[in-house]
């Protein structure tokens, strides 16, 4: 059973970078796609972005300036940067593999991490 | 990229059929068949519950099923129990989600 972990800093000061970790087990991280969900408070859910073991990515357009993704396969591990951060990147940051068959991209999300609440406070 | 619209409330009594639908464009969609469905629960990560319109994952109770017609996708959840309270959210290509259906089991 594939189990995804997101691991970091559980407060960031505005203007500063927000780095997170997700550290997968059960399974290797290569062939699929990885992606970043985030969720505010009381509030709905949106994509951030996602990134293939390969190390190519795709970014929502909206949050592109200030997000990068990387991986690591050797650590089976995948994170997560963004930058400038302000008050209104609080939320609670999920970690997920996305539906991938035969390389392509199938736009949905099988597995999730339990998600990491990020505050952004000075 | 504009959030695909869902009702914010849904409910129904243990043992009916609810559906919860969620409206998109022909950009979304309307264009391919990459509709799926979350449950989440509070305090909780999403769930998948249904994947490519009406394909459900290994675990998920047949009680849920999908459909789609046009520019609208629906989630049926058949014979409600009370740990189907949760919140649902639809997704489709490209990547976005609709805002959310809070299913109340009366």
């Known amino acids: 059973q594939v189990q995804l972990q997101e691991s970091g800093p559980g407060l960031v000061k505005p203007s500063e970078t927000l780095s997170l970790t997700c550290t997968v087990s059960g399974g290797s991280i290569s062939r699929y796609y990885w992606s970043w969900i985030r969720q505010p408070p009381g509030k709905g859910l949106e994509w951030i972005g996602y990134i293939y073991y390969s190390g190519s990515t795709n970014y929502n357009p909206s949050l592109k300036s200030r997000v990068t993704m990387s991986v690591d396969t050797s650590k089976n591990h995948f994170s997560l940067r963004l930058s400038s951060v302000t008050a209104a990147d609080t939320a609670v940051y999920y970690c997920?593999?996305?539906?991938?068959?035969?390389?392509?991209?199938?736009?949905?999300?099988?597995?999730w991490g339990q998600g990491t609440l990020v505050t952004v406070s000075s | 990229q504009s959030a695909l619209t869902q009702p914010p409330s849904a409910s129904g009594s243990p043992g009916q059929s609810v559906t919860i639908s969620c409206t998109g464009t022909?950009?979304?969609?309307?264009?391919?068949?990459?509709v799926s469905w979350y449950q989440q629960h509070p305090g909780k990560a999403p769930k998948l519950m249904i994947y490519?319109?009406?394909k459900r994952p290994s675990g998920v109770p047949d009680r849920f099923s999908g459909s789609k017609s046009g520019n609208t996708a629906s989630l049926i959840v058949s014979g409600l129990q009370p740990e189907d309270e949760a919140d649902y959210y639809c997704?489709?290509?490209?990547?976005?989600f609709g805002g959310g259906t809070k299913l109340t089991v009366l």
């Open positions: 997920a593999r996305v539906g991938t068959h035969i390389g392509m991209v199938m736009y949905y999300f099988d597995y």
């Open positions: 997704s489709s290509y490209p990547w976005v």
């Open positions: 022909s950009s979304d969609v309307g264009a391919y068949n990459y």
């Open positions: 490519e319109v009406r």
